[in-house]
């Protein structure tokens, strides 16, 4: 990206037509932090949701062929929450790495290992080739995938909340999230052009590969963007100036717990139906519709487009009536949006459409404030590194086995049994910010 695309992008976000570069005697701009957040959650969404996607099209019958179509999707999705198990570890690992080597040789490691571990999966062999050593390699690979992402926590939305103008605080606390709907309508469109113009057959042997190929270059570009932004000397006086360093992880878990596990717990109604509008329904239209692949996808794309535009309205809304109270008021609408919504997938493509748009709509108010809606409290010199252990809690609990006990519990009792799995992470999280409330009135 060009030094002009770098402006153009900040003078977007911080809503100001003529900023001026921050290395030349005008200091960081919000607008500035956000070019490195867009850039990095971008990337990292693509890469999660290209590994999704073939976890429904492509490893059932590549890695688990010995299976039937239900049981190897299970296990697919098995394999797929290896990495969020894996994620904690890494961010303890590299928190380390963090503070005797600095951020942007933690991140360089933490991105060349994730785009590694991506790369390997394109060259991933199929069970035909080489039986078990498939899923074995495919959960090294995937172990490797998590375990980098706990490493490429760079700090930017800390401390994009912490410049943020006052009364704008949910506008730019939106900004880390656009690259959810981003990343995914990229994938999505990806494999669509993928399973449309080819075989099924081909598309089975090779051309499942090539987003594998594209998330890497994706990550080598992410990763120069990057380090271009956050190793900048502007960057590093910012840092320095609001004091957000790396600690170590022991000490911020005895001082912050309990802000930690309720921060955690805060979001899980936006991350359960992240996985509901996205890796489980086309896990659902494949195994038990004659739908095809391709137009889900592409729906899928459409959709998450509408979620974009919610995403961007939550910002709005939230500096107007509140994040708490637009996270409390959109959980309570997700708590009645599980009676219903999911048994819209057997009803046709009106159905499908109609689960797509309406669950999309409310991901993006949702899913638009639920970073650090709890976690912001933490002091300064906890931030950075509670930051990272609340997302990968979070993560770990909301999403790591989503898409796996959702076609579970359904495909054995029903799509209602989703909407119970929904309704939980709904009323997860009104329980988090009720008890937050509280404790804050008891100190």
């Not at 290209?50 to 999705?77: D, G, H, N, Q």
């Not at 955690?264 to 996205?278: E, I």
Request: with cysteine; proline share 5%.
């Amino acid at each position: 990206m060009t030094s002009k695309g770098y402006e153009a992008i900040a003078r977007l976000a911080s809503g100001d037509p003529e900023r001026s570069d921050p290395d030349h005697g005008h200091g960081v701009t919000p607008g500035d932090i956000a070019i490195g957040v867009i850039i990095g959650r971008t990337s990292e969404f693509f890469d999660f949701f290209v590994y999704a996607i073939a976890s429904v099209l492509v490893f059932p019958r590549l890695v688990f062929a010995w299976l039937p179509p239900l049981p190897a999707t299970l296990a697919s999705f098995g394999v797929f929450a290896l990495a969020f198990l894996a994620r904690p570890l890494g961010s303890l690992w590299f928190i380390g790495l963090d503070r005797a080597y600095g951020r942007g040789f933690k991140l360089t490691v933490a991105l060349v290992l994730l785009g590694g571990s991506t790369a390997a999966i394109a060259f991933l062999p199929g069970y035909e080739t080489i039986g078990l050593g498939s899923a074995a390699l495919l959960a090294l690979f995937r172990l490797g995938q998590g375990f980098a992402q706990g490493g490429t926590w760079d700090g930017l939305p800390t401390l994009l909340a912490l410049n943020a103008p006052e009364g704008r605080r949910g506008w730019y606390a939106m900004i880390p999230q656009l690259g959810a709907p981003l990343g995914l309508i990229v994938a999505s469109l990806l494999f669509a052009f993928f399973t449309s113009s080819l075989t099924a057959g081909d598309f089975l042997d090779w051309g499942w590969r090539y987003p594998f190929f594209v998330a890497f270059a994706i990550n080598v570009v992410a990763l120069f963007a990057r380090l271009r932004i956050v190793e900048s000397p502007s960057f590093e006086r910012l840092y320095q100036t609001r004091d957000i360093a790396a600690e170590r992880p022991l000490r911020t878990l005895t001082n912050q717990w309990r802000t930690i596990v309720l921060g955690a717990f805060a979001p899980l109604a936006s991350f359960a139906l992240f996985h509901m509008v996205t890796v489980f329904p086309l896990s659902w239209v494949t195994l038990f519709t004659p739908e095809s692949p391709t137009r889900f996808l592409i729906l899928e794309a459409g959709a998450a487009t509408t979620g974009l535009v919610a995403m961007v309205a939550s910002g709005q809304l939230a500096d107007q009536f509140g994040r708490r109270r637009l996270l409390a008021g959109s959980a309570a609408v997700i708590a009645v949006f599980s009676g219903f919504a999911p048994q819209l997938l057997n009803q046709g493509e009106t159905g499908e459409f109609a689960f797509m748009i309406v669950g999309f709509l409310l991901l993006g108010l949702c899913f638009g404030q639920s970073s650090g809606a709890v976690a912001s409290e933490l002091p300064l010199r906890h931030r950075y590194t509670g930051a990272a252990l609340t997302a990968d809690l979070a993560w770990l609990v909301g999403a790591g086995f989503a898409p796996l006990v959702a076609l579970w519990a359904s495909a054995r009792f029903g799509l209602l049994a989703s909407g119970a799995y929904l309704l939980s992470g709904a009323l997860a999280t009104l329980l988090a910010l009720w008890l937050n409330r509280e404790l804050a009135r008891n100190h």
